[in-house]
């Protein structure tokens, strides 16, 4: 069977149906007491939704200025640092090259040749003995305590 049959050999359920109220109509006209409505656009209301579109249209222009004019302050910083950046580039650039040619040890001896100076005949070593400056609490110097330290020392 392919399609739904005519009939059903099961009674249909039938919806329950609610009891309604009824209603009596009275014949006649109703009365003209009430005025008809007033229309609902008023030359007040229009003056009041174009002041608020000013007002909004005011603050997003003052908003764009106010970002315009900080966009304009970073870019000028960053020109500016990065200017800074490239003559600190060119001076460590400098300076690398001046040091290498101050360390030169060839260089440093020519120099020293012509101020006069020669190698040493002899090395030695110096050995100082320990400092007798000393401080106070507080970290200043301590003109008494280092008497102390030195009489100490050289005894």
Same mark, same amino acid.
């Given at each position: 069977?392919s399609a739904?049959?005519?009939?059903?050999?099961y009674?249909?359920r039938?919806?329950e149906s609610?009891?309604?109220?009824r209603?009596?109509?009275?014949?006649?006209?109703?009365s003209?007491?009430?005025s008809?409505?007033?229309?609902?656009?008023t030359?007040a209301?229009?003056?009041?939704?174009v002041?608020?579109a000013?007002?909004v249209?005011?603050?997003?222009a003052?908003?764009?200025?106010?970002l315009?004019? *900080?966009? +304009?302050t @970073?870019s000028?910083?960053?020109?500016?640092l990065? =200017?800074?950046? !490239?003559d600190?580039?060119?001076?460590g650039?400098s300076?690398?090259?001046?040091?290498?040619?101050?360390?030169?040890?060839?260089?440093?001896?020519?120099?020293?040749?012509?101020?006069?100076?020669a190698a040493? *005949?002899? +090395?030695? @070593?110096?050995t100082?003995?320990?400092?007798?400056? =000393?401080t106070? !609490?507080?970290?200043s110097l301590?003109?008494s305590?280092?008497?102390?330290?030195a009489?100490?020392a050289?005894?």
């Amino acid at each position: 069977m392919s399609a739904q049959p005519a009939y059903s050999l099961y009674p249909q359920r039938v919806p329950e149906s609610h009891p309604r109220t009824r209603i009596s109509v009275v014949p006649g006209q109703r009365s003209r007491t009430t005025s008809a409505p007033a229309s609902a656009i008023t030359p007040a209301l229009v003056l009041k939704v174009v002041a608020v579109a000013l007002i909004v249209l005011t603050c997003a222009a003052f908003a764009r200025l106010g970002l315009a004019a *900080a966009t +304009v302050t @970073t870019s000028m910083q960053s020109q500016e640092l990065s =200017s800074q950046i !490239d003559d600190a580039r060119a001076t460590g650039s400098s300076l690398e090259v001046t040091q290498s040619l101050l360390s030169n040890s060839s260089r440093v001896r020519s120099q020293a040749e012509k101020l006069g100076m020669a190698a040493p *005949a002899e +090395v030695g @070593t110096i050995t100082m003995p320990e400092d007798v400056v =000393s401080t106070n !609490d507080d970290g200043s110097l301590s003109l008494s305590r280092s008497v102390e330290t030195a009489a100490t020392a050289g005894e």
